[in-house]
């Protein structure tokens, strides 16, 4: 179904995710809404409100639609708008989810409470998404308040100087389950993170990670996805 979401407008896009249910939350929808996805597509832009990944340079993509708007769901809890909600996105590309996620903590003038850190370990998109954000006058807002925070490093390390973090995104399909982005959760906090299955056929699955307030683990295995993997920057 969820090719059928593709749209000639980025509205057109979020509100056909929203009408077959793809969204359900009015916040993520809105989020979604306010950052025009075709800012983020620099390598195919007449096909940046198709519901499919698109390249991005660097051997990398930018994720289809209707997973982004799954990891906004799903971490939604997590993410309190103004409320100083700390959010962490690895594998930032070309800074598309950043900005939305940024979006919901901050709400959508960039003004509450929030902090959203973009990592990749690719320098050559960091500076592209900090290029992307700032074709925006909110996009613009949120750097120089700094309330948006992109580097360049292995993301698989996360980012511990800036945690710990109430949700956590990855954007790329990681070999393990990184003890150090589960150390990095806040208490409570949330992962969404796509994971090479262990039955050596490739296959690839959310899970979800929750850490409690008592700093207990437990992890759900969700859907079955296909992410370009999470790996050293090329050489």
């Given at each position: 179904?969820?090719?059928?979401?593709?749209?000639?407008?980025?509205?057109?896009?979020?509100?056909?995710?929203?009408?077959?249910?793809?969204?359900?939350?009015?916040?993520?929808?809105?989020?979604?809404?306010?950052?025009?996805?075709?800012?983020?597509?620099?390598?195919?832009?007449?096909?940046?409100?198709?519901?499919?990944?698109?390249?991005?340079?660097?051997?990398?993509?930018?994720?289809?639609?209707?997973?982004?708007?799954?990891?906004?769901?799903?971490?939604?809890?997590?993410?309190?708008?103004?409320?100083?909600?700390?959010?962490?996105?690895?594998?930032?590309?070309?800074?598309?989810?950043?900005?939305?996620?940024?979006?919901?903590?901050?709400?959508?003038?960039?003004?509450?409470?929030?902090?959203?850190?973009?990592?990749?370990?690719?320098?050559?998109?960091?500076?592209?998404?900090?290029?992307?954000?700032?074709?925006?006058?909110?996009?613009?807002?949120?750097?120089?308040?700094?309330?948006?925070?992109?580097?360049?490093?292995?993301?698989?390390?996360?980012?511990?100087?800036?945690?710990?973090?109430?949700?956590?995104?990855?954007?790329?399909?990681?070999?393990?389950?990184?003890?150090?982005?589960?150390?990095?959760?806040?208490?409570?906090?949330?992962?969404?993170?796509?994971?090479?299955?262990?039955?050596?056929?490739?296959?690839?699955?959310i899970w979800v990670v929750d850490k409690d307030k008592d700093g207990k683990v437990s992890r759900k295995k969700d859907m079955g996805v296909r992410y370009v993997p999470l790996t050293d920057a090329p050489t």
């Amino acid at each position: 179904m969820a090719w059928r979401c593709s749209g000639r407008t980025n509205a057109e896009l979020i509100q056909n995710l929203y009408t077959r249910g793809l969204i359900t939350s009015p916040l993520v929808r809105d989020a979604m809404s306010s950052v025009d996805r075709a800012h983020y597509c620099p390598s195919s832009p007449n096909a940046a409100y198709e519901d499919s990944p698109q390249p991005i340079g660097f051997g990398a993509t930018i994720s289809a639609p209707h997973m982004h708007a799954s990891a906004c769901e799903s971490l939604l809890p997590f993410m309190p708008e103004g409320k100083g909600a700390k959010v962490l996105d690895i594998g930032s590309g070309s800074g598309y989810l950043t900005h939305v996620l940024a979006n919901i903590v901050c709400g959508a003038d960039g003004k509450g409470d929030g902090k959203v850190v973009g990592i990749d370990h690719i320098k050559g998109l960091t500076d592209m998404a900090r290029q992307n954000m700032q074709r925006s006058k909110e996009g613009r807002l949120l750097l120089e308040t700094g309330k948006v925070e992109l580097i360049t490093g292995d993301g698989r390390k996360g980012y511990a100087e800036g945690g710990p973090y109430h949700a956590i995104h990855v954007g790329a399909a990681a070999k393990e389950m990184h003890q150090s982005l589960i150390e990095q959760l806040e208490r409570p906090g949330r992962m969404f993170i796509p994971v090479e299955d262990e039955d050596g056929w490739g296959s690839q699955w959310i899970w979800v990670v929750d850490k409690d307030k008592d700093g207990k683990v437990s992890r759900k295995k969700d859907m079955g996805v296909r992410y370009v993997p999470l790996t050293d920057a090329p050489t």
